[in-house]
């Protein structure tokens, strides 16, 4: 056996310990509430320590955000595949289906999800905080469609940005729906809003 082969095992198991804790944490938030609970249950409802579920997690926050990990490069390689003759706007609108694919995927799961941290001022300030990362990322993967060497611009910026804003207002009014709108339309209507 390979060393590559040992850490892809390893990498693995690694993932499938870190969503079962994603989950018995999700479960807990859900019917305790987010506030009301603390590192010490999630680690007594998920049979480890304290110590091994920090190994996994850095914050109750973590446990829950680390459903939206790897969203931002998804959506900037989606974005970097887009045809080179569409405009930044159609791009950056189709590149996002990468993300919403998983609210068709679980709808049940990702309104709950969404729900909370949308509820939680502390875990809603957090995703925020992750996903403004997002802009660079996407600025970049525009400006590498575009053939640029240098920096992106600041159009390509505020672009990224304003596509960003688009997507979580799409999702609140999904979410305030409880799911009964379509996300899509909804986020080809915010898209929409700022083409015209």
Known sequence: ???AARTTT?????AAVRAELAQVAFELFRREGFDKV???DLAAAAGVSR???LRYFGTKEDAVLGAFEGQDRKVADALRARPADEDDWTALRRA???VIGRYHEDPAGALATTRL???TPSLCARHLEKQHSWRPALAEALADRAGSDGP???AL???AGAALDCLNIALEYWTASDGRLDLVTLLDEAFASLKG
């Open 96 to 98: 996002l289906d990468a």
């Open 1 to 3: 056996m390979t060393g």
């Open 117 to 119: 941290v949308y509820d």
């Open 10 to 14: 390893r990498d693995i198991a690694r």
């Open 51 to 53: 110590s091994t579920f």
């Open 152 to 154: 992106p611009t600041i």
């Open 157 to 159: 910026t505020t672009r």
């Open 38 to 40: 603390t590192l010490d």
